[in-house]
């Protein structure tokens, strides 16, 4: 540097007591765990009335650069964005080094402060004391700038844990309840073993299985899939998990209760959210399945001879409505030995490095080659295989396994 003012025995003196009451001051407030704002305030005033800098814009890098403090210019840096010139400095710089537009020459010295070799900010000062030239003066307003900087810093990462631990336990809650709303059991008796498999995308997913018993002879079961993902789509699921349970006490008519779920979804769907899903009845006694598939993956129905039927008759997907615009309900009768085997679109859309999906031929096959394995070593092996099929495959949804065997 040059232009450097060296200040007599008695300036230095003044300028020692007022740093060393500046230096209070700040840490007095940092002490008092006072707010940013209030800090900011602190430095502003602490350096007008003890080290008299008169002219004062101060830039903190707060995802972007922002003005946080700005006095002494008839300039309104706050609209103002920093010219890259300044914001390339490492080492406190004359202003008039600078090729910067004129607005910035109100301004003598350019000091960046620095922690841990990243800049978190900028101090520009001017209508400064001659003496404030000194290398030692301004390297004394870099320390008190930097102590209050970090200080601010600190608050600003206490306040993000403190924000992080509060959406980490709303997971957690979220999570709780969503294991609530899967079933405890799943039959194996002499009509029909159910068997279910939940891989999340993340700690909380948008998929959903359930079993409903709705008399001696008749129960539901059924695999749903919320478009997104988290908190959200996690509280729509309970909605949808709620009202399926709600209605299925006052009526059992697949007719009518998708119709009222669809109403449900259609009124507290959040954004553009929606439900796909598979439901269906099962009669132990006439072994009739009766099912509307809601825009979901289509459920595989393989045979004893291993021939296989698509059950993807239905409505369009739930929520998007207010009244769905088609609706059907199909019966079919299940002959023994057979094996439904329904899932959500995490299972099939994964590519290989060709970008060949897998998709539901790959799932046919594999159920073709496999049926015989139980059901739970069934749905292992399945996962193993989309693995094998794409060992970098990093799953981009929630993986809903559901298989029931008929006896």
Known sequence: MSEIIVPN????????????????????????????????????????????????????????????????TEMDFTKCEMPEEIINLKEITFISKLQVERRWRG???????????????????????????????????????????????NHKMNRQRLAQESIRREIEIAREVQSMLFPKALPNDKDVAIHASYIPHSSIGGDYYDFIDIDQDQFLFCVADVSGKGVPASLLMSNFQAGLRTILRQVSDLNTVVAELNNLIYRNAIAEKFITAFLAIYNRKTRQLSYVNAGHNSPILLFEDNSHRLLNEGCTMLGVFDVLPFMSVTT??????????????????IFDASEEEYGIEGTIKYMQKHRFLSSRTLHLQLLKEIHLYNEEAKFDDDITLLSCRFK
Not at 336 to 349: A, K, M
Request: aromatic share 10%.
């Open 9 to 72: 025995t008695q300036q230095e003196l003044q300028l020692k007591k007022l740093e060393l009451s500046a230096l209070l001051e700040i840490t007095q407030a940092i002490n008092e765990n006072l707010p940013e704002s209030a800090l900011y305030k602190i430095y502003h005033f602490t350096l007008l009335a003890q080290l008299q800098i008169n002219r004062l814009v101060l830039f903190v890098e707060d995802e972007s650069w922002e003005c946080k403090i700005c006095y002494g």
């Open 107 to 153: 301004f003598e010295i350019v000091i960046p402060i620095l922690h841990n070799g990243r800049v978190l900010a900028f101090v520009m000062i001017g209508k400064i004391q001659p003496y404030y030239n000194n290398l030692e003066a301004l390297n004394f307003l870099q320390t008190v700038s930097n102590i209050m900087l970090v200080a601010i810093e």
């Open 332 to 349: 079919i009768e299940v002959p023994r030995r057979s094996v439904l085997f329904c899932y959500t679109d995490g299972l099939t859309e």
